[in-house]
């Protein structure tokens, strides 16, 4: 049996790594301040440390005694990054140093997995994207993010912590808040298309994502924890099968028994076009199984919203 610090662990990502972590029988303790994640997404058992993860007592405090942690906590949002640089920046990319730190003041060496974002790569023109594709993020949160892979290089290199960087693509699942102004488009067409209410969709509908499930994305964090790599590794979180945003809404409308209402809008400011990314050399280094498709992913949302689990 081990013990885990998550941070970010109250959020949607996290509850459900937490959830599979105690699932297993062991010791979960989360760093969250609940800006956006929720006390009741916590299983029981999970001690809730509530605190900041860019403030150096509270992590050192949380680090004691852990046999490694899931960095998550972040503010999640390319938006939020636009009207709020450097709050952002302060959570996103010194909350990461932070965590390092403590680590590195505690005199622990333990594993650090850590949520990177497909935002690293900015508009990258060839999909699917590889983990060699050039980094050049358009936004806060992209640079941030490939921030804290530099700095986990320097974690791994300089200090000895064992670091793995997952780069997600979209994700989506049960717990994603469809009524935050920041969630992704497949738990707002979800709410909206089950209760037949319109949806917006930006542009021709035409532009293409790589949508992974969270169970996905729970099975590499936990895949990426027993890596335990001498060099700090990083690698793509996604399924490698584009789906654009009009066949989204078809599929959900499909599996809702609902009729499509779509309004085009223009599309929105710095759209990317194409993001889809190449599964190949993380299932490869992780071990891990393909992924979930879509519908049954979707059939699960849906199961969620009209209050099954
Ligand atoms: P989320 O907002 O549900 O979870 C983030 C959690 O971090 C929340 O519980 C929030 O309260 C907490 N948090 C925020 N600022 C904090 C701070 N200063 N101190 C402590 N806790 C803080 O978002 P999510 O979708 O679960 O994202 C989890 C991670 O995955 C993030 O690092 C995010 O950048 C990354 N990511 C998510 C996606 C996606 O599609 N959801 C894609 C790429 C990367
Ligand atoms: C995702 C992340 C973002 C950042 C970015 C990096 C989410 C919510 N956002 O942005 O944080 O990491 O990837 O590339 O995970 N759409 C509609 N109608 C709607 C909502 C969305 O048409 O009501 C379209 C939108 O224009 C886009 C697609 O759906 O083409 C996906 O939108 P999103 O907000 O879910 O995610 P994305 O890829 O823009």
Known sequence: MSTWLVTGGAGFIGSHLCEALC??????????????????????????????????DAVLEAVQGVD????LAAIASVERGITDWFGTHRTNLSGTIVLFEALRRAGLQVPVVYASSAAVYGDCPTVPISEDAPRQPLSAYGADK??????????????????????FFNVYGPRQDPRSPYSGVISIFCERISRGAPIDVFGDGRQTRDFVYVGDIV?????????????????NLCTGRPTSVLELAGHIAA????????????????????????PARGRAALGLVDPAVLS???????DWMAGGR
């Open 23 to 56: 699932a297993r029988g062991d010791t979960v303790r989360v760093l969250d301040d609940l800006s956006t994640g929720h006390r009741a997404n916590l299983p029981d058992g999970v001690t809730l440390v509530h605190g900041d993860v860019a403030d150096p």
């Open 68 to 71: 490694g942690c899931f960095h």
């Open 146 to 167: 490939l921030g804290c892979e530099l700095h986990a290089r320097v974690a791994t290199h300089v200090h000895g912590i064992p670091t793995v960087g997952l780069r």
């Open 219 to 235: 099975a590499g964090l936990l895949a990426a924890m027993r890596l335990r790599p001498a060099e700090a590794a990083v690698f």
């Open 255 to 278: 599996l809702a028994g609902s009729a499509l209402d779509v309004t085009h809008r223009p599309p929105r400011a710095g759209e990317i076009r194409h993001s889809v990314g190449s």
């Open 296 to 302: 049954d992913g979707l059939r699960n949302v849906l």
